[in-house]
């Protein structure tokens, strides 16, 4: 836990803005499906044109976040996250005044480049201004609003839809963004890092692959035609063989492939890309399942997935004498392993009782204790003037490998539909099945760890 009086003013205000801000963004990211009904209605059109401002928030953030990092070396971590706050704030508001489709979906994608810049530079902050060794109690602090997003943004959302109006999940952001970017202007320093020309040319391809990849993985599970499949595939390919091809001649390198020579980075690469791909497959699958296969009502539902959050709480009171007592790679392993156990007696939930909560609770606790410490532990062995490149290729990733879950968990439910029915229980157990087995491979990079690893961060 953190000690507060070992801390600096500067340094508590770091914590609670970079908390806070992934907490904004968290919640943003997952709060305007709840909404979508309302929002039709209002705004005259079907409720499926609204999958439009959802995937250009979603492309947006995978565009621009690869910039994050030169941006915020360039020109200093405050005035980047300022810009980050006001631009977030602003196109919060211009959201929520959206009178037509068009409007909030080009507000929602200037939104999402503020959203691009907000929690990677907000991490960037986190490395700047605390030392390794405080890099895990920090972390486990700030990492509670993120994870607690998208539990909360669905209540969030539902309360101020059912008082208000869907306008104010956007207005909420308001008051928030002002407050931090006062917080960010009175107790943020300006860190700076010397760095080589961005290389624009290089950036446009990159670009064009992300935001190609990004909305295949959103919409594939609606792209019928094999044709289109293959031509958006190849358009994907091509696009990184022009970047790789560009790249390869530039002196400044948008992503550091160097980085992957650095064996803890490589491995916690992988393997959080592993949680990841999980992660996204079990909160889209999950909600199907209590609602669909076990005909639970939303609040029933709701409710019992909520639970988790009290999984992610108990991993901050044993997170810590865990590491001591096992390090990192012990606990990792053993995480990893409860989660594929609380991932596969998901199938023997059949109504919300004491066993049902139970699992949601060690799923929970399971998974905070891997994202957190993979987290971490990337940083480990690199050095101060690479933080910038790790936090953007991490961060750029780690939306994309979510988005491959959520496709992976549709693909095998329409698979399996086709064999067992639609939305059959057996169709969901053979799928939590297959989560379970992805989650297992996880062990692999986890083995091939030391024991050594991560011990110049306790």
Request: hydrophobic share 55%; charged share 10%.
């Amino acid at each position: 836990m953190l000690q507060l009086s070992n801390y600096s003013t500067k340094q508590l205000f770091a914590v609670i803005i970079i908390g806070t801000m992934m907490m904004m963004e968290s919640i943003d990211t997952n709060i305007l499906n709840v909404a979508i009904p309302a929002m039709a209605q209002s705004l005259g059109i079907p409720s499926l044109s609204l999958k439009l401002p959802i995937t250009s928030y979603l492309i947006s953030l995978s565009v621009f976040i690869p910039i994050s990092g030169y941006l915020a070396d360039r020109f200093g971590t405050k005035i980047i996250l300022m810009i980050a706050i006001f631009s977030f704030g602003l196109f919060s508001f211009l959201c929520g005044w959206a009178t037509s489709l068009l409007q909030l979906t080009c507000f929602r994608a200037l939104q999402g480049v503020a959203g691009a810049l907000l929690v990677p530079v907000g991490r960037l902050l986190m490395l700047r201004v605390f030392s390794k060794q405080e890099l895990v109690k920090v972390y486990m602090f700030i990492s509670m609003p993120l994870l607690l997003g998208p539990l909360l943004a669905p209540y969030i959302g539902g309360v101020l839809v059912s008082h208000l109006s869907w306008r104010f999940i956007f207005y909420v952001n308001i008051p928030f963004a002002l407050l931090m970017l006062f917080a960010t202007l009175r107790f943020v320093d300006n860190y700076t890092q010397s760095t080589e020309p961005f290389n624009w040319l290089s950036f446009i391809p990159l670009a064009l692959f992300l935001a190609i990849t990004a909305y295949w993985l959103d919409t594939t599970s609606e792209i019928t035609s094999s044709i289109n499949q293959l031509l958006i595939l190849m358009l994907i390919i091509i696009s990184f063989v022009i970047y790789l091809f560009i790249e390869r001649k530039s002196t400044y390198q948008i992503i550091h492939f160097k980085l992957f020579k650095i064996r803890t980075y490589r491995l916690c690469f992988f393997s959080n890309a592993l949680s990841r791909i999980t992660l996204g497959a079990r909160a889209f699958i999950i909600v199907l399942y209590l609602q669909l296969a076990l005909a639970m009502s939303p609040t029933e539902s709701g409710l019992l997935i909520s639970s988790m959050a009290i999984g992610y709480l108990f991993s901050r009171i044993f997170i810590a004498r865990y590491l001591k007592k096992f390090g990192f790679k012990r606990t990792l392993l053993w995480s990893n392993f409860g989660t594929c156990v609380a991932t596969m007696l998901l199938c023997f939930i059949e109504q919300a009782n004491v066993f049902a909560w139970s699992v949601m609770i060690a799923l929970g606790f399971f998974s905070a204790i891997i994202l957190l410490l993979l987290n971490v532990l990337c940083f480990s062995d690199i050095k101060n003037e690479k933080y910038a490149a790790a936090t953007s290729l991490n961060s750029t990733t780690q939306q994309l490998f979510v988005s491959l879950g959520i496709s992976i968990a549709a693909w095998s439910m329409h698979l399996f539909n086709d064999s067992f029915g639609a939305f059959s229980i057996t169709s969901f157990h053979i799928t939590f099945i297959c989560i379970a087995v992805i989650s297992l491979i996880g062990q692999i990079p986890f083995l091939k760890l030391q024991n050594s690893d991560g011990n110049n961060l306790l």
